[in-house]
């Protein structure tokens, strides 16, 4: 198995290539690698604490759905060009408004409902990520694995060296489930916090991508059924 690993040159982190050295090169045992995000993304953990927030936090979730929609009832008048949106050229005319004081408190409200939802699944995650370190070091000693990589930071590597299917299948077995109501005065943790937004533009994106592919079946099938012109 050959993997090469891009450079890293930043400071504070040491360049990592195997063929850097023949001291490098003659590492014998197994090196793999792993994607942290989507070993997480595919724990039953998170996908039921997922779930457990849409109930829990339901009445959060309500509130903030109406008070974007009373958000985008005030702003839709200063959207001139009707992009969806407030470009620079049209926010004078909001700031100097009547309802710009509302506009403000109802973003403020939008902002604190969002951060009480979000703050749940951070700590659904961390919860998760903390169990990480222990499964990882496992699945590495049961397959006898000496090297594990990110597999963002991997040029080439044949499949077999992907072991986020074992990590996930670990994480099942180490947290078969989490809370997701955080303690008093709890703050999510610059890891957890960033470790969140991989996940959700993860899952933004597959969404996107099996709605593109649902649109373009329905128009193949709508081709399909057509009757052809003559």
Do not use: C, H
Not at 182 to 198: D, H, I, K
Not at 201 to 222: D, E, S
């Amino acid at each position: 198995m050959k993997t090469i690993t891009k450079s890293l040159l930043t400071a504070g982190f040491a360049a990592i290539t195997l063929t850097a050295s023949p001291a490098a090169a003659q590492v014998e045992g197994k090196i793999a690698t792993v994607d942290t995000t989507r070993a997480i993304i595919g724990t039953e953990a998170l996908r039921t604490a997922y779930e457990l927030v849409t109930t829990t936090y339901k009445a959060q979730i309500d509130q903030r759905t109406a008070k974007q929609q009373q958000l985008s009832d005030l702003l839709k008048p200063f959207d001139t060009n009707a992009n969806g949106r407030l470009d620079d050229a049209e926010l004078p005319a909001v700031q100097s408004s009547s309802s710009f004081a509302q506009i403000g408190q109802l973003e403020g409200e939008v902002a604190s409902l969002t951060n009480q939802i979000n703050n749940a699944r951070i700590f659904a995650v961390e919860q998760i990520f903390a169990q990480y370190g222990t499964a990882l070091e496992e699945v590495a000693t049961a397959q006898q694995i000496q090297i594990v990589m990110p597999v963002s930071t991997v040029l080439y590597g044949v499949a077999e060296a992907d072991i986020t299917a074992q990590m996930t299948t670990a994480l099942n077995t180490k947290v078969p489930a989490v809370g997701v109501v955080p303690p008093q005065n709890y703050r999510p943790s610059q890891q957890g916090a960033g470790l969140f937004q991989e996940i959700q533009q993860r899952l933004l994106t597959a969404q996107l991508i099996q709605q593109r592919a649902a649109q373009q079946q329905q128009q193949q099938q709508g081709n399909t059924e057509a009757p052809a012109g003559r």
